[in-house]
């Protein structure tokens, strides 16, 4: 009879760690996010949109690391709720911006709140915190670059 290997053990695998761990965090989000009308994915778009407002929707895009077809109905529904506006570029037509309106920048104020809470939840120090953050900044260059 085979033995199982210490590296197959689940604990053990890097790919769970950062799915249960991101899935607890998303999962902290979430629920704050709820009470300001955002889902999670439409919060991380704006935050883009808060650093650099107008960008196109391919520069959103590669800020989020997110495909066309995923982004898309997350700009229109923000878009729904008034918070942004898309505009054809007046250069190239092909090119669409996306823009902050009035009531998303609004909203930038009652998001603030929410990173702080979700980052106080984690029980690291603030240095801790920022390596671990720069960490998998690392990682997930790295395994890209690997790719």
């Given at each position: ?17 950062l ?11 979430r ?18 949109l808060w ?53 998303g ?8 709140p ?34």
């Amino acid at each position: 009879m085979t033995k199982v290997r210490d590296h197959a053990r689940l604990d053990d695998q890097l790919c769970f760690a950062l799915y249960a761990a991101s899935r607890a965090v998303s999962g902290a989000y979430r629920q704050l996010l709820r009470e300001i009308g955002l889902t999670y994915p439409q919060y991380l778009a704006m935050i883009s949109l808060w650093e650099r407002d107008a960008p196109s929707v391919a520069e959103l895009g590669a800020a989020l690391d997110l495909e066309s077809s995923t982004l898309s109905p997350i700009v229109r529904r923000l878009e729904a709720l008034g918070l942004v506006l898309r505009r054809r570029s007046e250069t190239d037509e092909r090119v669409v911006h996306v823009h902050v309106t009035d009531a998303g920048r609004a909203l930038e104020l009652r998001a603030a709140p929410v990173r702080e809470q979700v980052e106080a939840s984690t029980g690291l120090s603030d240095s801790a915190f920022a390596n671990l953050r720069e960490t998998l900044h690392q990682l997930r260059a790295t395994v890209n670059q690997a790719a």
